[in-house]
């Protein structure tokens, strides 16, 4: 389980949250949504343990993250940034990074490490591309090898900031899938996600933001049942089965 309690986080002297307090439980597959700009990153990152709060709690069952060393938390919790740097090296070498929490000072690869590298590569699909540099492949592919790193890492939680960013569409939905499938394996995966067709639809649990406030915390089903898209994102909606709608007002 994660609880948030009473967090304030920002950079610097500026507050982007402002007294946040909402909890996911093990298991979840969970999507941060709302306006560009209104703390979406920030509150990822905080719950991450990318940024440290202002003030309030972090917690992974119970256990207040800021006292959990660096090499725990990388085994405890994944973190994939919207933005990542572009290393000269193979896709087979960048998701054994994923392995490294794992390893001893000299970081060699056991033959269990192998096998979860592997493992993770097959689950993305990536495994064709093992010998390719990372600077050889597109957005996307690249996309899905850092997925790969995360997977490999073989941790309790999975935290992604706009997963599906760069990705055809048939891609997305694979990934999207993919996450559902490892959070029903047991896995907790928390995103920021700005499809909010596909937030409704793969999600346990939609965490809805504006200006550094929290709006809303509960199953997609709860949100369709309120105002709150239209509202905050002031369009129209029209709620079908497995999607939304949006249009413009007026």
């Known amino acids: ?9 920002g950079y610097r ?37 990318q940024i440290p709060p202002q003030s309030g709690t972090v917690l992974y069952d119970g256990v207040d993250i800021a006292t959990i060393s660096r090499k725990d938390l990388a085994r405890t919790a994944a973190f994939l940034p919207q933005v990542r740097p572009i290393p000269s090296i193979s896709v ?27 493992r993770a590569m097959e689950q993305t699909g990536i495994t064709p591309w093992a010998n390719r540099s990372l600077d050889s492949l597109s957005g996307g592919e690249r996309q899905r090898v850092y997925l790969a790193m995360a997977l490999a890492q073989e941790t309790d939680i999975i935290f992604l900031d706009e997963p599906t960013t760069y990705l055809d569409l048939h891609y997305q939905f694979d990934l999207l899938e993919l996450l559902q499938q490892l959070q029903r394996s047991g896995k907790t995966i928390v995103m920021v996600l ?46 079908f089965d497995d999607h939304v709608l949006f249009e413009p007002l007026g």
């Open 194 to 239: 700005h499809d909010l067709s596909s937030a409704l639809r793969y999600s346990t649990q939609v965490v809805l933001m504006d200006q550094g406030q929290l709006l809303f915390s509960d199953s997609p089903q709860a949100l369709r049942n309120t105002d709150l898209l239209a509202q905050t994102f002031h369009v129209q909606t029209r709620f």
């Open 92 to 118: 087979q070498a960048l998701v054994s990074h994923g392995r490294f929490p794992h390893l001893g000072f000299s970081r060699t690869l056991r033959p269990e490490d192998r096998i979860a590298v592997q």
């Open 13 to 49: 002297n500026v507050t982007i949250l402002h007294d946040l307090t909402f909890t996911i439980p093990t298991g979840g597959l969970v999507s941060i949504i709302g306006p560009n700009g209104c703390g979406k990153t920030t509150l990822l990152r905080t719950m991450a343990k």
């Open 1 to 9: 389980m994660i609880e948030c309690k009473n967090i304030c986080a």
